[in-house]
DNA sequence: TTTACTGCAAATAATTTGCAAAACT
DNA sequence: AGTTTTGCAAATTATTTGCAGTAAA
């Protein structure tokens, strides 16, 4: 069973109905390797099959991360980006000159969590997050 | 000096105009405790003046970003925050209730920057970056 | 058959821009 | 005086919403 499988799955035992718009929205999200916009979806879905509304796509990328199968950040310059919680932690390297995101693992990280919990009683989220820099590509130019 | 005015002799020395305006805009982001948005210091600066234009405001702190006398990210929910580059690297810890952004200094932050690079041929910009959480007031409720 | 879901178009919200008037240096 | 900067209002961009029609279950 694939990863869109399972949430399909589990959203249908939540009483959801699940559409052929929503099942490719789903299918776009959980397939694609990186963080992804509403806009992104759209255009990657018109390749496929008819146009879906972008309101609809909205809707479904909120109602994924209410439902707790996506995460939701902001990470480049004013949009919106949505992922499946598929992986464990992980950092997130934003390129600020071509704004691609690399998915990092990185050892630090538990240590980095344990450091800010006895400092500041602060509790993170460590499974997504976010370090603004340039990536090797760019750094050549 | 203050920082406002470290930053204001910077500029003119570049050859800008200093306005009232940026100014007050300077002084208003260089003694913010934390990031702040455009409309964060039209409602700030309006208590003490006549308003300044938002638009004279958003110039403003892109024109401080460009210069790089401040950093700009996308923290939280479709707005852009703005702060200045007072201090060394640090962490900023968002709560992802209450929105409040906490300073923090931590002491693996080289490490992780090596990491980034050695493994991942990223630059990281470690002098600002963002982890999203709860902070301890909110984790009492 | 019921009512959740979609499409459309109009509404919002944040930010940007063009241009004439105002004001630093 | 000359050019940069501001204010205003209109334009853009991303996202949300109301409502009537459509379609999962």
Redo the contacts with the bound molecule.
Sequence with gaps: MSHSDTIIAEL?KRG???????EMIIGAIAHSPKHI???EIAVHLQEHTH??????I???L?WLWQEGFACRNDLSE???VYATLLHGPHVHLVCRKCNQVIDADIGVLSTLGNKLREKYGFDPNLDHFSIFGVCSECQDQ
């Design positions: 249908r959801y109905r699940i559409t052929p718009q929503r916009t509403a806009e146009a879906i509304n972008i309101a609809t909205y809707r479904t909120d004013g949009k919106t």
